[in-house]
């Protein structure tokens, strides 16, 4: 059996899985986020490895702890850990939802400029990690000179299971520090903090092990000593391997708070218009392109709170949606709720509702918002299809995959087939994927995953597939293009 840790941003969870892929046991354990200041967002870093070992222990407590043979790491990106020279924690994780180095993103990216700084890390624009780096240089130099060193939250929890700090690429881009083309922290991005290779964690192969589990760990969490552990990798790119989103073509497809998308490429391609980052994927010869569309559930949530509907149960949206029909009797939504903009457009956006007339209800609204963001999402796939990328295949994960009816509006108004994994934990079954990896170099990751992934539920487009092709033009047509 195999152990698959996802270190979330709320919870950590933890899997245990059988060689074919089914997932016998889970545990979890929440961790709390910090607010603090103006805009603030922090994590204590022993919270988290507490939680860790909480998860894990609640997973194997069937007895499965000595049956298992190799333990994997996902975990939330651009999460910052600095740590003095023996790995000790100096102050708390600052979250990659912590604002307060936003305005020096902006600035780096407006100083670089977004295409040489896309070309040099995959990222059009400086985030996360990268923007708290630049902030914690000005205000506390002595804060990242040697021999502190700079981690982050999987490697180092990583490091806590078995001595050796150390992730994948995936780990390093979310802090604009990994250069795909070289295959290793990129020398500029680095002088621009004023760090040194040596002061960042290990960089690894997801195919390589970390070490070996240590003594300690293994006493408190019944699992063998000594097992391998595998490097921290993004957790997007180990819900990829969780669902078998391994091929160019495929794209995996999250419907939760922020719908987000991660295309699979044979090659390195530049950021979609804009927006999100491509880096190297888990998957020996891949690429994964990440973006947000920064709207998604959210939306839902936002529409049902003003329409007296907030608590409403699935089966309850499901009804509704369906009640209103394709195309919503003329109800239209403009998806930007949240100020994030959207790939190839410009302009002030905002929310839009138009088309209300007095028949329509609350079901015809709620209808509306989700197709809106469905056609927002048909038009992020055209303009990836635009790269010559091409898209075969999306595979849906998150809330709105559990729906009978959001997968149907997404498959009809995106033309495509829709793949809806049933299995929650896609993140930590990637990283059980990958220890099984660690034991089986010869077999490749790829193949790894289409023999583990779960069962999906299949959508193909309908009846309404030509409705929404018409609105898709109307929809592109009404939005401020560059």
Request: proline share 6%; hydrophobic share 45%; with cysteine.
């Amino acid at each position: 059996m195999y152990l698959g840790l996802d270190l979330g941003t709320t919870n950590v969870k933890a899997v245990v899985v059988e060689p074919g892929g089914a997932v016998v046991a889970r545990g979890a354990a929440p961790v709390r986020l910090l607010h603090v200041g103006e805009g603030g967002v922090e994590q204590d870093i022993e919270e988290i490895f507490a939680a860790t070992r909480s998860a894990v222990s609640a997973a194997v407590a069937p007895g499965h702890g000595p049956k298992v043979r190799a333990v994997g790491v996902a975990s939330q990106g651009g999460a910052l850990q600095m740590l003095d020279g023996d790995d000790r924690p100096v102050g708390r994780v600052i979250s990659w939802l912590d604002a307060r180095g936003r305005s020096r993103d902006r600035a780096l990216t407006a100083e670089m400029g977004a295409e040489a700084l896309a070309a040099r890390t995959g990222h059009p624009r400086g985030t996360m990690a990268m923007g708290q780096l630049l902030r914690l240089r000005d205000e506390c130099p002595s804060l990242l000179a040697e021999p502190n060193r700079v981690g982050f939250v999987g490697d180092v929890i990583v490091g806590r299971l078995c001595g050796r700090r150390a992730h994948d690429a995936s780990s390093l881009s979310c802090a604009v520090l990994y250069n795909p083309t070289l295959a290793s922290a990129d020398p500029v991005m680095l002088a621009r903090v004023g760090l040194s290779a040596g002061q960042l964690p290990d960089l690894l192969s997801v195919r390589a092990s970390a070490g070996g589990l240590l003594e300690a760990v293994a006493a408190e969490t019944s699992l063998p000593a000594g097992i391998p552990v595998a490097p921290a990798v993004h957790d997007q790119y180990a819900a990829a391997l969780g669902v078998g989103a391994v091929a160019p073509g495929d794209v995996m497809f999250g419907a939760g708070t922020a719908w987000a998308m991660l295309a699979v490429s044979g090659t390195l391609m530049p950021p979609l218009g804009g927006a999100g980052f491509c880096c190297t994927h888990v998957v020996d010869g891949a690429f994964g392109h990440i973006v947000s569309l920064g709207n998604g559930g959210s939306s839902i949530t936002w529409a049902l709170a003003l329409l007296g509907k907030a608590g409403l149960d699935a089966a309850g949206i499901d009804r509704m949606l369906a009640s209103a029909g394709a195309g919503a009797g003329g109800v239209r939504f403009w998806p930007f709720l949240a100020p994030t903009g959207g790939a190839g457009l410009t302009g002030d956006l905002a929310g839009r509702l138009t088309g209300l007339k007095l028949p329509h209800g609350p079901d015809h609204v709620l209808r509306a918002v989700v197709e809106g963001l469905a056609l927002e999402f048909a038009r992020y796939l055209r303009v990836l299809a635009g790269t010559g990328q091409s898209v075969d295949r999306l595979i849906m994960t998150g809330g709105g995959a559990a729906s009978e009816i959001t997968p149907r509006i997404v498959a009809d108004a995106t033309d495509l087939p829709v793949a809806c994994a049933v299995e929650p934990d896609t993140g930590a079954l990637g990283a059980a994927m990958m220890a099984r990896g660690l034991l089986e170099r010869d077999t490749p990751l790829a193949d790894i995953s289409r023999e583990m992934a779960p069962r999906a539920r299949p959508f193909a487009p309908g009846k309404d597939a030509g409705t929404y092709a018409k609105l898709l033009e109307e929809y592109i047509a009404s939005l401020p293009t560059v």
